[in-house]
């Protein structure tokens, strides 16, 4: 890769809007991959950041329906729900020797895109920021901050590098990890039960905290104990301080989807975690119980 990266965003929402406007702004060469009217709204429009972290500005960007060019890298910041479908937008013969760096919930997606792609190409990406699309084109950043982990067991260290250093040169603090299991299963043991019992009971974390205390103990432990089966390091004490430490009305991505009538990311998260859970023979009682809650109350 070059200083100057070409980089394509499969899905300019919240967070490929976001990163797609911060790596434009820097001047890296952005495509925005997306539907009809979006890719034409990215195109006369670009895309307005309102961030009290990053400022407000506005990013030129190119937008397309498919990829057509090859790029050093594409990042895909898709639902997990929407990905099949997203990956479409990517024909083979366009992407060249790009990495391919998923933003997606769940431990499992890297695995799928291995199957179709160079598995030395893969590099998934862990983000740590709140960011939204309130229209198209338009992203509001939320948090006083924007953290990435780049990982990818096969993929070269260089490579991983200079994507990493344009990211932070852009603005989102970037490092990267050695160990992908670790990286993943990290946001995972965190992410899992603040997701599953949020949308469960319809409620802030706040409320799930103190209300559901030692349902979610219990889920942290489960999930703790799977993680550990996978190879990952997890602290379930230290987990129960961060939901502590967050603010009372903090809502889960998920419980947002429910909230919204959009497909929730149940199986990438819940079907998973209970997948791990079975192979490695972790009993998870609660997590199966609150899974199963959830699929239940969407058929």
């Known amino acids: 890769m070059a200083n100057e990266l070409s980089v394509a965003v499969l899905g300019p929402g919240g967070v490929g809007g976001l990163l797609a406007a911060l790596l434009s702004r820097a001047g890296h060469r952005v495509t925005c991959l997306a539907g009809d009217d979006t890719a034409a709204t990215l195109r006369t429009r670009g895309i307005e950041v309102r961030s009290g972290h990053f400022g407000d500005f506005t990013a030129e960007v190119d937008a397309d329906t498919t990829l057509r060019t090859p790029v050093d890298a594409v990042l895909i910041t898709v639902k997990h729900t929407a990905l099949d ?11 060249g020797d790009a990495l391919l760096v998923p933003f997606l919930n769940g431990v499992e997606h890297p695995a799928t895109l291995r199957a179709v792609h ?8 862990v983000i740590r920021v709140e960011s939204t699309r309130v229209a198209p ?7 006083p901050f ?5 990982t990818g067991d096969q993929v070269p260290r260089p490579r991983l590098d200079a994507l990493a250093q344009a990211l932070t040169a852009a603005g989102p603090a970037t490092r990267v990890l050695p160990d992908e299991t670790a990286a993943l299963w990290a946001k995972m043991a965190f992410l899992a039960p603040f997701a599953l019992l949020t949308t469960r009971y319809a409620l802030p974390l706040g409320e799930v905290r103190t209300r559901h205390r030692d349902e979610l103990a219990a889920l942290v432990a489960e999930t703790a104990a799977v993680s550990q089966a996978c190879g ?12 502590d430490a967050f603010p ?6 998920m419980q947002r989807d429910a909230e919204a009538g959009r497909p929730l990311e149940l199986d990438a998260i819940g079907g998973a975690l209970l997948r791990a859970a079975e192979r490695h023979g972790v009993p998870v009682p ?3 119980r609150v899974v199963r809650e959830l699929a239940d109350a969407t058929r």
């Open 85 to 95: 479908a997203a990956l479409s937008r990517l024909p083979a013969e366009s992407l």
């Open 118 to 125: 160079r598995p030395d190409r893969i590099a998934p990406g």
């Open 137 to 143: 084109g338009v992203i509001e950043h939320a948090s």
């Open 146 to 150: 924007a953290e990435i982990d780049l």
């Open 232 to 243: 990952a390091p997890a602290d379930p004490a230290r987990a129960l301080a961060r939901y």
């Open 248 to 253: 009372p009305a903090t809502k889960s991505s």
């Open 286 to 288: 609660v997590a199966a």
